[in-house]
Every structure is written in structure tokens, then in C-alpha cells.
């Protein structure tokens, strides 16, 4: 194993502290119990969000942490769930008086202990709302997960119900909007390379030299099937399929469009995969009206990478434009 | 080699074709000759900035093309400097009538082809000044350079000279700018990993398991002394003290810092590299004023990472702040 670290149990602790450093002009960092959370948290009459999951997805979802999107994020240790104590607080710290959203990916451990979260929460008087997103079109059920796993559909969730929670959006709205964004997202990714836990020292599974896993998890669970390396235009159009197929988009709908990478694997590669990937759109008449091209949900350092299509109506790109300050998401202020 | 591309050959076109679509809002690609430029160039009365360089560095340069940073990239071939009919091109592009500054990073090809191609526009009526950065303190000549090499602090250069130009300063007072930023920038890179060219299709290097490369060049050049792999700390500790001496910076001194992936490295671990840095620069009573941690300028699919110290005044500084608008650098628009 070869990465950049001390030792293996310091690598969440130690990248949040680095974390936390280099963006203290726009959030902060609790140790005990661990979150992040937006500088000027509570916005006061303002709808709360937060997220959470193990680490090792960076940037999501702490680099998500900012005016415009989440309130907070409580990383658990490398693709472990963050316990209920850490969300309870975080949500605590996030109530301006008008309720939080929990926004969830789909894995057991996530979703029981955001559950119980809730409820602590909602004892203590503040009121909890969740949304569960499980946009991973590649398998029903994998490792860690009952149905669908949770995966790039929840960046955009977190773009726009942050953006309606800042215009004042109630609880009950913001809600119904991150389930409408689920329920418009698809994703799949596939891996080139297996990322390696720190902690465990060795990659994740076996992929033979010239072998990849299509439709990997971002915990390198299995996907569909193991296939030799094939030219991008091959994995891009099988991803494009899967994916434009579940909803189904059709002919004449508009996208946000996300090129995540895994970790492992340069710029220059994702927009080979992008500029597949609006081929495949334009053939079919669709319009990518937004795009994001980069690594926003990784897999340690995995190489490979996923799509992600949300089919977005007026009200999603108008949130979606709405000025957000994150770490790895800006414009607009 | 498992990389997501379709051919070795068409690596840089298609790439700059999906970055190209990506970005539509914010530049446009000319592939005749290759170049890529800010949508509403030329800007008048405005100093243009143009850079390039091999491919397989993105973000840099066509990353920083747009609004207060460059007016126009020249991409080459993975590793390969673009040619002087490209920079020619893309200076006759962005010429606004006040004249072109190009920055040049220090490696024998680029500086040739970009004096052979200032000699052709000046011959045309445009006036052009450049300047060449060689920040890389690892080592004095390397296998592509006479002299130093020219790395990160090309990005900090970019965005100051793209501020500047765009309050609306003169050639001169621009291109003084740019060596001042050079004069003031200092960087160092290791390897963990060897980056392969696609044409090549094997590692551009040999690093034995537990290795790694100090001082590396982003072509992966040599760089000062391959050793085992050591905790994170050591490997800041060793590039801090060579880039903090060379200037030398000095207590009381502010700077802009920037950690820059290599390409195959995650976020979660360039935050650790961050982090050993800024308390590296704590104890010395150095004041990291602004922070870049991602990937900036890469090697490829190299796994490791190079730190960057500009020492910035209030000039400076002031021009960091000003609003950008590019693919990969963002704010205040």
C-alpha cells in the first residue's frame, strides 16, 4: 500500500483536520463527536441539511459543507457509517427553528443510524425529515445495501434542496424536493482498479490486469460483471444504457449531467468518458443543460468512474444556478 | 495500461472535446490548429494571457481559461509542447489591441516554440512579452529542462497576471507581475507511482514497491532521490524545508498555499498533505493567507502530490481575491 498518510487509524481524523484548515473561511470542524459544519450555522428561520457517510467519498459530502448547500456532514471512519451521536449533533448545531433534513444514501448502517438520529432529534424537539437516495441502477441489492445504493444523485440533492432551503423553502418543500430528485436520478460507475482501505493495506477485490467491474460500488461492492477493458466508447455507451433506460429518459428531456471520477483517475480521462457520454445524449435528443466533470464522489483511489443524469424541469437548473460556497462547489459568490 | 480512453492517438482530441462541451459557457475550441479560448475573446483594450504546454497537466491550462485568468490555452500532445503555429493562432485570438503576455513554464520545447512564435506575432503587429516560470526547487537542469523546471506556481502566476490584465493594467505592468509571481513562488513534487503516457503504454518510470520519488518532474522526470516510502509527515517535512529555504520565506511572511494532486492521488489524502503543511507553517510563523488542495497539475494518472509556496503582499494577495470564472477555479461570479 502506498498513499500519503501516517498511520492508517489517523487517516479520517487527520484529512478533516487538513480539511477544516484549508477552508476555515468557510466551515469548521467539531472532534467530539465529529462533523463539519457551515461557519455561521444556525441560519436562523432557515431549513437545515445535513449529510453524512463513511469517508473515503471525498469530496462528498463535507466538501459539500457551505452557504448554498449543506449545513453540515458527519464522516464516519473510511466506509463506515458515522454513528447517530454525530448526526444528532450536527443537527443540533444546524436548527435555525424550521427543521432539518437528513439527506441519506441508501447502505444499512447509514440508514438505521440516521433513523435513530432522527428520533433523538425529534425528542429533543427539533423536527427531522429524511430522504433516502438510491439512484445506483447497477445492482438490487449489493453488500451493504437493501434495494438501490446511494450514490452520485446525492450531490445534486444536496445542490438543490441547499439552495431551496437558503430561498426559504419550508421543511415539508425541501423534502418533497430532494425526493424528486431521487426519483429523476440514475447513476453507474464501473472501476478500472481496486482503492485500498488504509486500514486493511491491501485493495479491495481481486481485478485481473486487463479486467474491470462494471457497475462497481463506491465501496468496491460488485456491480453487473466482470469484462475485459474495453474502449471508453464501449463502457460509456453500456453505463449510458443502464442508465437512460431505468427511468427512462426520452427524447427532448434536459439533464444535469455528472462525470464523477473514482479517485484514482486523472482529468484528462473523465472528459474523454464526458465527451462519450454527450454523444449518447445528442443521439437520443437529450440536452445536457448542466454539467460537472471531476471528482465529487470517489471511491479512495480507485481508477475508474461513474455517470450520473438527473432529468431537471425549470425549478431544478434554477436552484441548481442559485449562488452556492463550497469547497468543491462554487460560483455565484 | 487501463485507462478510459479509445485509442493512445486520440487521447488529448478527444479529451479537449469533452472539456470543450463541458464548458461551452465559458470557452471554445479551435482544433486547427489546436487551442482553446475564453467564449469572448478578443477582449479590447484588454491584455491578453496565453499559456500551454503539454497535455496531460489538466486542469492546467485549458482549466484556467476564462474570465480574470487566461485568455487562451495551446495544448500539445501528452508530453509534447504545442507547436508555434498553435500559440501564434491563439495570440492573433486573444489580441485585444493592448498586447499578449505569455507565460511559459521552463522546459526547453515550450520556451523555443513560444520565442519562435512571440518572433511571428510581433512580426504581424502584435506586441508580446513573456515570461518563464522555473519554481521547481527539486533540481537544477532535468531531462527536458536547462535550469529549472516550471510547475505549480505557473497556476498562482495565471491568475494573478489574468487579475491584473483584467482591472485593466498594461503589458508591462502585467508582465512584471508575472515575474515578480515567479520571483516569489517556489514548488517540489514526489511520486508514489509512475504516470503511463498512453502512446508509451507502461509506466514512464521504474519505482520499486515500497519507493517513491522526491523531487519528481510532472513528466516524471528524475527528481532529487528516490527513497522508501515514509509517513506523510516526513514526505512534507523533506519538500517544506527545500522549498521554504530556497527563497527563503521567513517568519512573519503570508503566502498562498497550494497542495496539487498528481492525478492518481484522492482528496482524502492530499487534506493530509495539507494539514502537515500548514502545521509545518505554523511553527515557523508563516501565514497560509490563501489555500489551493486538489488537482491543479497533474502527471497523468502519477499517484503523489507537489506543494507550492508563493510569499504574497497585499498586491497580491489582492489580485488572488479578484473574481475568476474558469473550469477549474471559480469565485466571485
Not at 232 to 244: C, F, G, P
Request: glycine content about 14%.
Amino acid at each position: 500500500m502506498k498513499k500519503l498518510i501516517n498511520g492508517p487509524l489517523d487517516v479520517m481524523r487527520e484529512s478533516l483536520e487538513g480539511f477544516a484548515a484549508a477552508h476555515s473561511d468557510i466551515l469548521k470542524a467539531s472532534f467530539d463527536p465529529v462533523y463539519v459544519v457551515r461557519a455561521d450555522a444556525p441560519v436562523k428561520g432557515k431549513v437545515g441539511i445535513i449529510s453524512g457517510g463513511g469517508s473515503g467519498h471525498e469530496p462528498m459530502h463535507g466538501g459539500f459543507v457551505g452557504k448554498g448547500m449543506l449545513d453540515a456532514a458527519c464522516p464516519g471512519q473510511v466506509f463506515t457509517s458515522p454513528s447517530p451521536d454525530q448526526m444528532e449533533a450536527a443537527t443540533a448545531a444546524v436548527d435555525g427553528g424550521a427543521g432539518v433534513l437528513h439527506i441519506v444514501k441508501n447502505y444499512t448502517g447509514d440508514v438505521m443510524n440516521f433513523e435513530m438520529a432522527a428520533e433523538l432529534c425529534q425528542a429533543n424537539g427539533i423536527q427531522v425529515e429524511s430522504v433516502v437516495i438510491n439512484d445506483d441502477v447497477a445492482v438490487k441489492d449489493s453488500l451493504y445495501t437493501a434495494g438501490r445504493r446511494g450514490v452520485g444523485t446525492t450531490v445534486l440533492a444536496e445542490k438543490i434542496c441547499g439552495a431551496a432551503a437558503e430561498r426559504g423553502y419550508d421543511l415539508a418543500r425541501v423534502t418533497a424536493l430532494g425526493k424528486k430528485v431521487n426519483d429523476h436520478g440514475r447513476s453507474m460507475g464501473m472501476a478500472l482498479t481496486a482503492g485500498t482501505v488504509p486500514a486493511a493495506g491491501k485493495p479491495g477485490f481481486e481485478l485481473g490486469g486487463g479486467d474491470i467491474e462494471m457497475g462497481v460500488g463506491i465501496h468496491g461492492e460488485p456491480g453487473r460483471e466482470r469484462m475485459p477493458l474495453k474502449p471508453v466508447k464501449d463502457l460509456v455507451a453500456y453505463m449510458a444504457e443502464a442508465v437512460l433506460g431505468d427511468l427512462p429518459f426520452r427524447g427532448g428531456d434536459r439533464v444535469i449531467a455528472m462525470v464523477s471520477g473514482m479517485g484514482g483517475t486523472p482529468p484528462i480521462e473523465l472528459y474523454i468518458v464526458y465527451r462519450e457520454l454527450e454523444l449518447i445524449l445528442r443521439e437520443r435528443k437529450i440536452t445536457a443543460s448542466r454539467r460537472l466533470v471531476g471528482n465529487y464522489i470517489t471511491s479512495l483511489d480507485m481508477a475508474g468512474c461513474a455517470i450520473t443524469l438527473l432529468k431537471a424541469d425549470d425549478e431544478l437548473l434554477s436552484l441548481w444556478d442559485d449562488p452556492v460556497l463550497t469547497p468543491a462547489l462554487r460560483w455565484g459568490i
